[in-house]
Protein backbone atom coordinates (compact mmCIF):
# COMPACT_ATOMS: atom_id res chain seq x y z
CA UNK A 1 0.00 0.00 0.00
CA UNK A 2 1.38 3.15 -0.98
CA UNK A 3 1.86 6.31 1.24
CA UNK A 4 -1.62 8.60 1.12
CA UNK A 5 -1.53 10.73 -1.99
CA UNK A 6 -2.58 13.53 0.29
CA UNK A 7 0.71 13.30 2.08
CA UNK A 8 3.10 12.49 -0.65
CA UNK A 9 1.69 15.70 -1.91
CA UNK A 10 2.34 17.51 2.01
CA UNK A 11 5.89 16.19 2.16
CA UNK A 12 7.10 17.53 -1.41
CA UNK A 13 10.21 19.51 -0.74
CA UNK A 14 10.56 22.97 -1.42
CA UNK A 15 14.11 23.20 -1.40
CA UNK A 16 16.73 21.18 -1.96
CA UNK A 17 18.73 20.03 -4.76
CA UNK A 18 15.69 18.42 -6.94
CA UNK A 19 14.10 21.48 -6.30
CA UNK A 20 17.18 23.46 -7.19
CA UNK A 21 17.93 21.35 -10.48
CA UNK A 22 14.70 21.80 -11.69
CA UNK A 23 14.55 25.83 -10.98
CA UNK A 24 17.42 25.64 -13.25
CA UNK A 25 15.91 24.26 -16.31
CA UNK A 26 13.52 27.40 -15.61
CA UNK A 27 15.43 28.99 -18.47
CA UNK A 28 14.19 26.28 -20.48
CA UNK A 29 10.47 26.93 -20.40
CA UNK A 30 10.15 30.05 -18.59
CA UNK A 31 7.03 30.29 -15.98
CA UNK A 32 6.17 26.28 -16.34
CA UNK A 33 6.83 24.94 -13.26
CA UNK A 34 6.12 26.80 -10.24
CA UNK A 35 6.52 23.89 -7.89
CA UNK A 36 3.03 22.93 -6.56
CA UNK A 37 3.44 21.66 -2.93
CA UNK A 38 0.73 20.85 -0.33
CA UNK A 39 -2.22 19.02 -1.11
CA UNK A 40 -4.79 21.68 -0.51
CA UNK A 41 -2.64 24.34 -2.07
CA UNK A 42 -2.78 22.03 -5.06
CA UNK A 43 -6.74 21.38 -4.66
CA UNK A 44 -7.04 25.38 -4.84
CA UNK A 45 -4.61 25.99 -7.53
CA UNK A 46 -5.65 23.64 -9.86
CA UNK A 47 -9.38 23.89 -9.59
CA UNK A 48 -9.97 27.60 -8.74
CA UNK A 49 -12.21 27.06 -5.75
CA UNK A 50 -11.68 28.16 -2.52
CA UNK A 51 -14.26 27.42 -0.39
CA UNK A 52 -12.92 25.20 2.20
CA UNK A 53 -15.95 22.79 2.14
CA UNK A 54 -15.49 22.39 -1.54
CA UNK A 55 -11.83 21.61 -1.12
CA UNK A 56 -12.19 18.95 1.68
CA UNK A 57 -15.02 17.31 -0.64
CA UNK A 58 -13.21 17.95 -3.75
CA UNK A 59 -9.37 15.95 -1.65
CA UNK A 60 -11.73 13.08 -0.27
CA UNK A 61 -12.97 12.53 -4.23
CA UNK A 62 -9.56 12.35 -4.97
CA UNK A 63 -7.97 10.20 -2.15
CA UNK A 64 -10.62 7.82 -2.99
CA UNK A 65 -9.42 7.58 -6.59
CA UNK A 66 -5.94 7.20 -5.53
CA UNK A 67 -7.02 4.20 -3.24
CA UNK A 68 -8.48 2.18 -6.22
CA UNK A 69 -6.02 0.20 -7.22
CA UNK A 70 -8.26 -0.72 -10.10
CA UNK A 71 -7.49 2.83 -11.60
CA UNK A 72 -4.26 2.62 -11.63
CA UNK A 73 -2.74 5.51 -10.18
CA UNK A 74 -0.76 3.72 -7.61
CA UNK A 75 0.94 1.96 -10.31
CA UNK A 76 2.02 5.33 -11.70
CA UNK A 77 3.43 6.54 -8.55
CA UNK A 78 5.30 3.30 -8.30
CA UNK A 79 6.67 4.05 -11.54
CA UNK A 80 8.08 7.10 -10.86
CA UNK A 81 9.40 6.36 -7.86
CA UNK A 82 11.08 3.35 -8.81
CA UNK A 83 12.82 4.85 -12.10
CA UNK A 84 13.92 7.30 -10.24
CA UNK A 85 15.48 5.29 -7.14
CA UNK A 86 16.77 2.04 -9.77
CA UNK A 87 18.65 4.38 -11.56
CA UNK A 88 21.19 5.81 -8.38
CA UNK A 89 22.95 3.51 -6.98
CA UNK A 90 24.45 5.04 -4.13
CA UNK A 91 23.28 3.87 -0.63
CA UNK A 92 19.43 5.48 0.72
CA UNK A 93 21.45 5.98 4.00
CA UNK A 94 24.33 8.57 2.89
CA UNK A 95 21.58 10.60 0.71
CA UNK A 96 19.55 10.52 3.64
CA UNK A 97 21.50 13.15 5.48
CA UNK A 98 22.02 15.42 2.98
CA UNK A 99 18.28 15.42 1.79
CA UNK A 100 17.06 18.91 1.90
CA UNK A 101 20.79 20.52 2.72
CA UNK A 102 23.32 21.96 0.12
CA UNK A 103 24.64 18.74 -1.40
CA UNK A 104 28.49 19.53 -2.12
CA UNK A 105 29.27 17.88 -5.46
CA UNK A 106 32.91 18.28 -4.83
CA UNK A 107 31.88 16.13 -1.24
CA UNK A 108 30.42 13.52 -2.88
CA UNK A 109 33.13 12.88 -5.76
CA UNK A 110 35.00 10.21 -3.82
CA UNK A 111 31.73 8.08 -3.95
CA UNK A 112 30.95 8.68 -7.19
CA UNK A 113 31.31 6.12 -10.13
CA UNK A 114 30.94 7.61 -13.58
CA UNK A 115 28.44 5.60 -15.38
CA UNK A 116 29.28 3.89 -18.54
CA UNK A 117 27.98 5.69 -21.63
CA UNK A 118 25.80 2.35 -22.53
CA UNK A 119 24.77 2.22 -18.95
CA UNK A 120 22.84 5.90 -19.22
CA UNK A 121 21.59 5.43 -22.82
CA UNK A 122 19.46 2.36 -21.28
CA UNK A 123 18.56 4.71 -18.72
CA UNK A 124 17.72 7.48 -20.52
CA UNK A 125 15.40 4.89 -23.25
CA UNK A 126 13.91 3.19 -19.79
CA UNK A 127 12.91 6.87 -18.38
CA UNK A 128 10.87 7.39 -21.50
CA UNK A 129 9.09 4.35 -21.39
CA UNK A 130 8.62 4.84 -17.88
CA UNK A 131 7.00 8.37 -18.77
CA UNK A 132 4.61 6.20 -21.64
CA UNK A 133 3.96 3.83 -19.20
CA UNK A 134 3.01 6.14 -15.96
CA UNK A 135 0.98 8.50 -18.54
CA UNK A 136 -1.61 5.78 -19.49
CA UNK A 137 -1.84 4.37 -16.09
CA UNK A 138 -2.77 8.00 -15.37
CA UNK A 139 -4.78 9.04 -18.41
CA UNK A 140 -6.33 5.76 -19.07
CA UNK A 141 -5.29 5.26 -22.76
CA UNK A 142 -4.33 1.63 -23.46
CA UNK A 143 -0.53 1.13 -22.87
CA UNK A 144 0.54 0.77 -26.26
CA UNK A 145 -0.75 4.11 -27.66
CA UNK A 146 2.74 5.76 -28.85
CA UNK A 147 0.25 7.67 -31.46
CA UNK A 148 -2.23 9.01 -28.06
CA UNK A 149 0.80 10.24 -26.36
CA UNK A 150 2.74 11.59 -29.24
CA UNK A 151 -0.38 13.93 -29.63
CA UNK A 152 -0.18 14.89 -25.68
CA UNK A 153 2.89 15.01 -25.72
CA UNK A 154 2.53 18.65 -27.84
CA UNK A 155 -0.12 19.26 -24.83
CA UNK A 156 2.33 18.81 -22.16
CA UNK A 157 2.49 21.77 -19.49
CA UNK A 158 3.37 22.77 -16.19
CA UNK A 159 5.29 19.65 -14.06
CA UNK A 160 5.03 17.55 -17.20
CA UNK A 161 6.90 19.42 -19.46
CA UNK A 162 9.20 20.33 -16.49
CA UNK A 163 9.81 16.57 -16.29
CA UNK A 164 10.51 15.88 -20.21
CA UNK A 165 12.99 18.75 -19.98
CA UNK A 166 14.60 17.29 -17.07
CA UNK A 167 15.15 14.00 -19.19
CA UNK A 168 16.41 15.65 -22.04
CA UNK A 169 18.80 17.64 -20.32
CA UNK A 170 19.91 15.76 -17.19
CA UNK A 171 19.52 12.45 -18.24
CA UNK A 172 20.64 13.37 -22.71
CA UNK A 173 22.39 16.28 -22.88
CA UNK A 174 24.65 16.41 -19.91
CA UNK A 175 25.61 12.52 -19.77
CA UNK A 176 25.97 12.13 -23.22
CA UNK A 177 26.10 15.29 -25.15
CA UNK A 178 24.85 16.37 -28.08
CA UNK A 179 24.05 13.51 -29.94
CA UNK A 180 22.08 11.74 -26.97
CA UNK A 181 19.48 11.05 -29.11
CA UNK A 182 21.45 9.05 -31.78
CA UNK A 183 23.83 7.30 -29.09
CA UNK A 184 20.39 6.58 -27.19
CA UNK A 185 18.74 4.83 -30.81
CA UNK A 186 22.11 3.05 -31.63
CA UNK A 187 22.33 1.73 -27.75
CA UNK A 188 18.70 -0.09 -27.98
CA UNK A 189 19.14 -1.14 -31.83
CA UNK A 190 22.57 -3.01 -30.62
CA UNK A 191 21.10 -4.29 -27.29
CA UNK A 192 20.49 -7.98 -26.70
CA UNK A 193 17.48 -8.74 -24.62
CA UNK A 194 19.92 -10.74 -21.75
CA UNK A 195 21.84 -7.39 -21.67
CA UNK A 196 18.21 -5.21 -21.02
CA UNK A 197 17.56 -7.86 -18.12
CA UNK A 198 20.98 -6.95 -16.30
CA UNK A 199 20.29 -2.73 -16.45
CA UNK A 200 19.28 -1.70 -12.71
CA UNK A 201 16.85 0.51 -13.93
CA UNK A 202 14.91 -1.78 -16.36
CA UNK A 203 14.66 -4.55 -13.37
CA UNK A 204 12.90 -1.83 -11.13
CA UNK A 205 10.07 -1.37 -13.91
CA UNK A 206 9.86 -4.38 -16.08
CA UNK A 207 7.06 -5.65 -15.21
CA UNK A 208 4.93 -2.84 -16.21
CA UNK A 209 6.89 -2.43 -19.83
CA UNK A 210 3.98 -4.04 -22.16
CA UNK A 211 6.20 -6.87 -23.90
CA UNK A 212 5.95 -10.35 -22.76
CA UNK A 213 9.21 -11.56 -22.24
CA UNK A 214 12.62 -9.15 -22.57
CA UNK A 215 12.21 -9.11 -26.12
CA UNK A 216 9.26 -7.80 -26.21
CA UNK A 217 10.04 -5.04 -23.74
CA UNK A 218 12.93 -4.28 -25.37
CA UNK A 219 11.15 -3.80 -29.01
CA UNK A 220 8.71 -2.03 -27.30
CA UNK A 221 11.39 0.63 -25.83
CA UNK A 222 12.68 0.91 -29.09
CA UNK A 223 9.48 1.95 -30.86
CA UNK A 224 9.01 4.44 -28.09
CA UNK A 225 12.29 6.33 -28.67
CA UNK A 226 11.83 5.86 -31.82
CA UNK A 227 8.40 7.49 -31.83
CA UNK A 228 9.37 10.46 -29.07
CA UNK A 229 12.97 11.20 -30.89
CA UNK A 230 11.36 14.00 -33.19
CA UNK A 231 9.86 15.54 -30.58
CA UNK A 232 13.17 15.72 -28.19
CA UNK A 233 15.12 16.76 -31.24
CA UNK A 234 12.54 19.63 -31.93
CA UNK A 235 12.95 20.93 -28.19
CA UNK A 236 16.93 21.13 -27.62
CA UNK A 237 16.69 22.77 -31.23
CA UNK A 238 13.70 25.15 -31.01
CA UNK A 239 15.84 25.98 -27.54
CA UNK A 240 18.95 25.79 -29.09
CA UNK A 241 20.02 23.61 -25.58
CA UNK A 242 23.22 22.61 -25.41
CA UNK A 243 25.29 20.77 -23.09
CA UNK A 244 27.21 23.95 -21.85
CA UNK A 245 24.14 25.72 -21.74
CA UNK A 246 22.34 23.47 -19.38
CA UNK A 247 25.59 22.70 -17.22
CA UNK A 248 26.12 26.33 -16.71
CA UNK A 249 22.80 27.10 -15.40
CA UNK A 250 22.96 24.16 -13.34
CA UNK A 251 25.78 25.33 -11.76
CA UNK A 252 24.11 29.11 -10.83
CA UNK A 253 21.38 26.72 -8.43
CA UNK A 254 23.11 23.35 -7.83
CA UNK A 255 26.69 23.26 -6.09
CA UNK A 256 28.68 21.29 -9.07
CA UNK A 257 31.71 22.14 -10.99
CA UNK A 258 31.98 21.77 -15.23
CA UNK A 259 35.39 20.12 -14.43
CA UNK A 260 33.97 17.10 -13.78
CA UNK A 261 31.55 16.13 -16.32
CA UNK A 262 32.23 12.52 -15.71
CA UNK A 263 30.57 12.53 -12.90
CA UNK A 264 27.88 15.11 -13.19
CA UNK A 265 25.62 12.46 -14.75
CA UNK A 266 26.33 10.05 -11.51
CA UNK A 267 25.40 12.60 -9.32
CA UNK A 268 22.52 13.95 -11.25
CA UNK A 269 21.56 10.17 -11.24
CA UNK A 270 22.29 10.39 -6.87
CA UNK A 271 20.85 13.32 -5.93
CA UNK A 272 17.75 15.06 -8.46
CA UNK A 273 14.95 12.76 -8.04
CA UNK A 274 12.88 14.83 -10.48
CA UNK A 275 10.99 11.83 -11.94
CA UNK A 276 9.41 11.19 -8.22
CA UNK A 277 8.93 15.24 -7.17
CA UNK A 278 7.50 16.33 -10.36
CA UNK A 279 5.65 12.85 -11.16
CA UNK A 280 3.76 13.16 -8.00
CA UNK A 281 2.84 16.57 -8.85
CA UNK A 282 1.34 15.41 -12.13
CA UNK A 283 -0.36 12.78 -9.92
CA UNK A 284 -1.90 15.35 -7.59
CA UNK A 285 -3.23 17.36 -10.58
CA UNK A 286 -5.22 14.49 -12.43
CA UNK A 287 -6.67 13.15 -9.80
CA UNK A 288 -7.69 16.69 -8.59
CA UNK A 289 -9.01 17.31 -11.94
CA UNK A 290 -11.08 14.10 -12.37
CA UNK A 291 -12.48 14.33 -8.44
CA UNK A 292 -13.64 18.14 -9.34
CA UNK A 293 -15.22 17.11 -12.25
CA UNK A 294 -17.19 14.32 -10.91
CA UNK A 295 -18.52 15.15 -8.16
CA UNK B 1 26.39 -6.27 34.26
CA UNK B 2 23.12 -7.35 32.87
CA UNK B 3 19.30 -6.27 33.49
CA UNK B 4 17.55 -8.43 35.95
CA UNK B 5 15.01 -10.18 33.12
CA UNK B 6 11.88 -8.38 33.95
CA UNK B 7 13.72 -5.15 33.11
CA UNK B 8 14.75 -6.50 29.53
CA UNK B 9 11.12 -7.47 29.37
CA UNK B 10 9.52 -4.04 30.76
CA UNK B 11 12.44 -1.92 28.38
CA UNK B 12 11.27 -4.11 25.65
CA UNK B 13 7.33 -3.48 25.88
CA UNK B 14 8.25 0.16 26.78
CA UNK B 15 10.25 1.02 23.07
CA UNK B 16 7.84 -0.83 21.12
CA UNK B 17 5.15 1.00 22.97
CA UNK B 18 6.54 4.28 22.28
CA UNK B 19 7.54 3.10 18.61
CA UNK B 20 3.94 2.21 18.08
CA UNK B 21 2.43 5.28 19.67
CA UNK B 22 4.65 7.90 17.38
CA UNK B 23 4.04 5.64 14.10
CA UNK B 24 0.32 5.99 14.70
CA UNK B 25 -0.01 9.32 15.41
CA UNK B 26 0.86 11.02 12.12
CA UNK B 27 -1.60 9.91 10.31
CA UNK B 28 -4.45 11.29 12.43
CA UNK B 29 -4.70 14.82 12.32
CA UNK B 30 -4.89 14.98 8.35
CA UNK B 31 -8.29 16.20 7.68
CA UNK B 32 -8.54 12.83 5.02
CA UNK B 33 -7.39 10.85 7.56
CA UNK B 34 -10.98 8.84 7.77
CA UNK B 35 -11.65 8.86 4.15
CA UNK B 36 -8.10 7.16 4.21
CA UNK B 37 -8.93 5.18 6.71
CA UNK B 38 -12.46 4.17 4.75
CA UNK B 39 -11.16 3.84 1.47
CA UNK B 40 -8.16 1.42 2.19
CA UNK B 41 -9.54 -0.89 5.20
CA UNK B 42 -10.53 -4.49 4.06
CA UNK B 43 -13.74 -4.25 1.97
CA UNK B 44 -13.72 -0.99 1.49
CA UNK B 45 -16.02 0.43 -1.81
CA UNK B 46 -14.02 0.73 -4.70
CA UNK B 47 -14.03 4.38 -6.08
CA UNK B 48 -15.24 3.80 -9.84
CA UNK B 49 -18.31 1.41 -9.46
CA UNK B 50 -17.94 -1.88 -11.73
CA UNK B 51 -20.91 -0.89 -14.23
CA UNK B 52 -19.98 2.30 -15.22
CA UNK B 53 -19.28 3.36 -18.29
CA UNK B 54 -16.56 2.91 -20.33
CA UNK B 55 -14.78 6.66 -20.80
CA UNK B 56 -14.21 5.78 -24.74
CA UNK B 57 -18.23 5.59 -24.53
CA UNK B 58 -17.88 9.07 -23.98
CA UNK B 59 -15.73 10.69 -26.27
CA UNK B 60 -17.97 11.25 -29.50
CA UNK B 61 -20.78 13.41 -27.48
CA UNK B 62 -17.82 15.84 -26.91
CA UNK B 63 -18.37 19.10 -29.23
CA UNK B 64 -15.64 19.37 -31.92
CA UNK B 65 -12.72 22.48 -31.94
CA UNK B 66 -14.46 25.54 -33.19
CA UNK B 67 -14.64 29.44 -32.68
CA UNK B 68 -10.89 29.51 -31.94
CA UNK B 69 -11.04 27.25 -29.13
CA UNK B 70 -8.98 24.04 -29.56
CA UNK B 71 -11.09 20.40 -27.76
CA UNK B 72 -7.88 18.19 -26.51
CA UNK B 73 -8.77 15.15 -25.00
CA UNK B 74 -6.98 14.41 -21.71
CA UNK B 75 -8.19 11.65 -19.80
CA UNK B 76 -10.29 8.31 -20.27
CA UNK B 77 -11.09 6.43 -17.49
CA UNK B 78 -13.83 4.13 -16.45
CA UNK B 79 -16.81 6.46 -15.72
CA UNK B 80 -15.00 9.36 -16.97
CA UNK B 81 -13.93 11.40 -19.96
CA UNK B 82 -12.46 14.70 -20.33
CA UNK B 83 -10.92 17.17 -22.41
CA UNK B 84 -9.15 20.62 -22.04
CA UNK B 85 -10.43 23.74 -24.06
CA UNK B 86 -7.96 25.84 -25.03
CA UNK B 87 -7.88 29.24 -26.51
CA UNK B 88 -4.35 30.45 -28.25
CA UNK B 89 -2.09 27.68 -26.42
CA UNK B 90 -3.74 28.83 -23.28
CA UNK B 91 -5.68 26.28 -21.12
CA UNK B 92 -8.95 28.52 -20.40
CA UNK B 93 -11.64 25.34 -19.41
CA UNK B 94 -12.01 21.77 -18.79
CA UNK B 95 -15.25 19.83 -20.08
CA UNK B 96 -16.24 16.14 -18.99
CA UNK B 97 -18.71 13.75 -18.33
CA UNK B 98 -18.93 11.11 -16.02
CA UNK B 99 -20.95 8.10 -14.48
CA UNK B 100 -22.47 8.85 -11.71
CA UNK B 101 -23.31 5.50 -10.85
CA UNK B 102 -19.76 5.64 -8.67
CA UNK B 103 -20.97 8.83 -6.82
CA UNK B 104 -24.62 9.35 -6.16
CA UNK B 105 -24.49 12.19 -4.69
CA UNK B 106 -23.14 13.94 -7.82
CA UNK B 107 -26.54 13.21 -9.26
CA UNK B 108 -28.52 13.64 -6.39
CA UNK B 109 -27.68 17.23 -5.79
CA UNK B 110 -29.47 17.93 -9.23
CA UNK B 111 -32.90 17.87 -7.25
CA UNK B 112 -32.26 21.47 -6.18
CA UNK B 113 -31.91 22.39 -9.54
CA UNK B 114 -34.54 25.47 -10.39
CA UNK B 115 -33.77 26.50 -14.45
CA UNK B 116 -32.63 23.76 -17.16
CA UNK B 117 -30.35 23.79 -20.35
CA UNK B 118 -30.62 22.63 -23.18
CA UNK B 119 -33.72 20.48 -21.50
CA UNK B 120 -31.41 19.25 -18.69
CA UNK B 121 -31.56 20.17 -15.38
CA UNK B 122 -28.20 22.68 -14.74
CA UNK B 123 -26.58 23.83 -11.58
CA UNK B 124 -23.56 26.20 -11.18
CA UNK B 125 -21.41 24.45 -8.76
CA UNK B 126 -19.05 25.90 -6.73
CA UNK B 127 -17.29 29.56 -8.23
CA UNK B 128 -15.89 27.83 -11.02
CA UNK B 129 -18.12 25.11 -12.96
CA UNK B 130 -21.26 24.16 -14.54
CA UNK B 131 -23.11 21.47 -14.54
CA UNK B 132 -25.91 19.18 -16.04
CA UNK B 133 -27.36 15.70 -15.93
CA UNK B 134 -28.48 13.62 -18.46
CA UNK B 135 -31.04 10.85 -18.47
CA UNK B 136 -30.18 11.13 -14.34
CA UNK B 137 -27.04 9.18 -14.52
CA UNK B 138 -24.27 11.07 -17.16
CA UNK B 139 -23.04 14.46 -15.62
CA UNK B 140 -21.76 16.83 -18.48
CA UNK B 141 -19.34 19.95 -16.62
CA UNK B 142 -17.30 22.39 -17.86
CA UNK B 143 -15.16 24.37 -15.42
CA UNK B 144 -13.18 27.50 -15.80
CA UNK B 145 -9.44 27.38 -15.76
CA UNK B 146 -9.20 30.80 -16.41
CA UNK B 147 -11.08 33.72 -15.79
CA UNK B 148 -11.23 34.73 -19.10
CA UNK B 149 -13.81 31.80 -19.34
CA UNK B 150 -16.81 32.63 -17.99
CA UNK B 151 -19.76 31.53 -16.63
CA UNK B 152 -21.38 32.14 -20.17
CA UNK B 153 -18.95 30.72 -22.11
CA UNK B 154 -18.95 27.28 -19.90
CA UNK B 155 -23.47 27.60 -20.53
CA UNK B 156 -22.56 28.15 -24.18
CA UNK B 157 -20.21 24.89 -24.72
CA UNK B 158 -22.32 22.87 -22.56
CA UNK B 159 -24.83 23.39 -25.08
CA UNK B 160 -22.32 21.79 -28.08
CA UNK B 161 -22.35 18.72 -26.37
CA UNK B 162 -24.16 16.03 -28.25
CA UNK B 163 -27.10 15.31 -25.26
CA UNK B 164 -29.30 13.64 -27.23
CA UNK B 165 -26.60 10.88 -27.98
CA UNK B 166 -25.48 10.88 -24.79
CA UNK B 167 -29.20 10.93 -23.51
CA UNK B 168 -29.31 7.48 -26.05
CA UNK B 169 -26.36 5.96 -24.07
CA UNK B 170 -28.16 2.69 -22.33
Known sequence: MSKPIYELVDELPTGGVTVMALKSLDFVIPGQWQNLTGFNKTIQTVTGETDPAMIQQIGERAVALFNDKSQGYQRAHWLYQTVDSASGALGAAAMANKIGQDISFLGFLDRLTPKPEKAQSIDLTIKLVTELVAFCQINGIPGDSIGDFLGALGDYSGESLMRMAALVCFDGLIPLGPDFIQKGTATIQGLSPKELEQNQTFKGVSDLIPGNNSEGKLNFIGESFDSVKGWMGSFVASNSLTQDKVIDNLTKFVDVTKDKLDYLGAFLDIAVKYYAHTGTQTLARRLIERAVAEL | ?170
Open chain 2, 1 to 170: MFLPRWRNALAALLLSTLLFTTACSKADDSPYAQVQEETTQKGAPAAVDKNAEQGSSFNKFFPSSAQGYDVVFVQEKKGFAEAKLKQNGKDVGMLSISDTTSLPSAAQKYQASTEKLSGYPVLEIGATQTGLLVSDRYQVKALTRDPSFTKENRRAWLQKFDLTGLSKLK
